[in-house]
């Protein structure tokens, strides 16, 4: 799903924009940008630049950590595709891949692997050969999680 709305039903469609709407909306306190910054091990001007627009991407370990940090999808935060959270209601951490046969992966790490597969295949990183063998990978380990 691409261009996920907030709350008023505007299309977030920047970087700026997703993370303000992940640092005041979805938190039931709001966060501030120090504490981003803290906790992400940047100095709080790249927050600014990263709130105010002026940075337009948030890459690596900043998006990685800024996304564990802020509870939410990576891939959402970096290019708006997918959902924001990845928490279900009864607080179990789950990735739903945003695809027609959605599969629910309950194990953090490989949640986080497919996070950064899914945000290196948005940039055109990936061959589709990689990305078949990636998702048979996947299948089986899902598979074996299951059994």
Known sequence: ?????????KIMKTLAERLKYAMEILPPKKI????????VGVKPPSVS??????????EGENLLRAAKFLDVNPVWLAT????????TEDGSNLFLI?????VEIP??????????????DSKGRLSPELIKAIRATIDISI?????
Not at 2 to 7: D, E, K, M, V
Not at 80 to 87: E, H
């Open 32 to 39: 501030k940008g120090v504490e981003l910054a803290r906790v």
């Open 98 to 102: 945003e695809e027609p046969n959605s």
């Open 49 to 58: 630049d990263w709130l105010s627009g002026k940075s337009r991407s948030m």
């Open 143 to 147: 598979n074996s999680l299951n059994n």
């Open 107 to 120: 194990n953090q790490d490989i949640r986080q692997l497919v996070d950064s597969l899914l945000l290196l």
């Open 1 to 9: 799903m691409l261009g996920f709305p907030n709350r008023l039903g």
């Open 80 to 87: 708006g595709t997918g959902k924001p959270k990845t928490t």
